[in-house]
């Protein structure tokens, strides 16, 4: 790092320590990095407001006074996109602040403010957990180990919180008008502090295991599954690397970095958790619109895919006493192939069955449902709606 030094700097060198020389660069280094998060921050919510307001804002009339689910849900995103980074302004201010004293380094506030941004995502994937494993035999054992890795987090970071400890990087015994405050854990607790960023990471890790135990499988039983599963599947795991990237990183330097920078990766961790939370919450809700919007045109445009519908088909067999109607139409996930079949002469005891041809037209992906239970697709689809 090139440092320039003015004269009355030069002046009192001899006075100058290591320690001013590390104090001015953790300074510097803390700033840059708290200016990069909050960038990135306020850069995502500027270039996705107009999907928040056509998929949020505009539905929240829709939304029951008495869905308490959905009105939580709601509120838990909007706290993490408008106030963690009006939060955050304030730590801003106490990295370029320079009016700090040991006294007054108002630390504990930055602190409370990384817990709360982790807990606020932390709900709203335990909600999506609890959603996708509602109607299987092991709810209650996935939704209990996240609430028991959720409980733990917040029990040991509210105990660490009540031992702050403030740093102060101080640059001007260099002549260089840069100071910072920030917090770090009392030093007599190092051996614990570090599950402060493990255990968020335990439960982001119990979170994915548990998304893709309920996806993969149902993805081959179900079309909903098939379309909003994968979706949901794939920013989960883009959520889960950025997240476990840098929370990792934090693990390390509480553990084993310089006291001057040892939260620094904090405030990644708290903008960088709180972008993919906006992200993977519009990317899931834009995807169900467009499911529904799909369903809504082939159901009108396509007839014979509708319940309970028996139309003149392009092609007639007959075997074994049966008539066999063939028709083929297209999907947002590739060829549909729709077969209806009943005893000659009965139409009422009809049976349909649908085949569904993936993009790759590979055989192994081909799935046959029963087109009169409405449960198929009617099942998935609410779990997802719920999430």
Known sequence: MNISLSAQAFDTLAGVTQQNVTDFGLAVLTRRVGIAGFTVLAWDHMLTFEDEVNLIWLYLPRIHLKDYRKIAFAALFFLNRYFIPLSFLVNIVAYFGHFWTTESCFVVFEGVMTMLGIVIADLMMLGRVEALWRSSRYYWVAVGILLTEFIAFVAINWWLLFHPYPEINDGRPLGQDVVSCTMIFDPRYDKIAPASAWLPLLYDTT???????????????????????????????????????????????????????KNICAQLELCLTSVMMSRITLALKNHLIGFNETDKQARYS??????????????????????????????????????VSHPAGRPEGGKKSVTILGEDRDEDRIEMVDMLDKDVQGQGLEEFKAA
């Open 302 to 339: 396509n007839p014979p895919l509708e319940w309970g519908v028996i139309t003149r088909p392009q092609r007639i067999a007959l075997a074994r006493g049966r008539v066999h109607y063939v028709e083929r139409t297209s999907s947002n996930t590739g060829g549909m192939l729709t077969v």
């Open 207 to 261: 979170v994915i295991a548990l998304v893709i135990a309920r996806t993969l499988p149902r993805s081959k039983r179900k079309v909903t599954f098939a379309t909003i599963g994968t979706e949901m599947l794939r920013e989960g795991i883009v959520y889960y690397s950025v997240v476990f990237a840098v929370t990792f990183a934090l693990t390390l330097m509480i553990a084993f970095a310089d006291p001057g920078i």
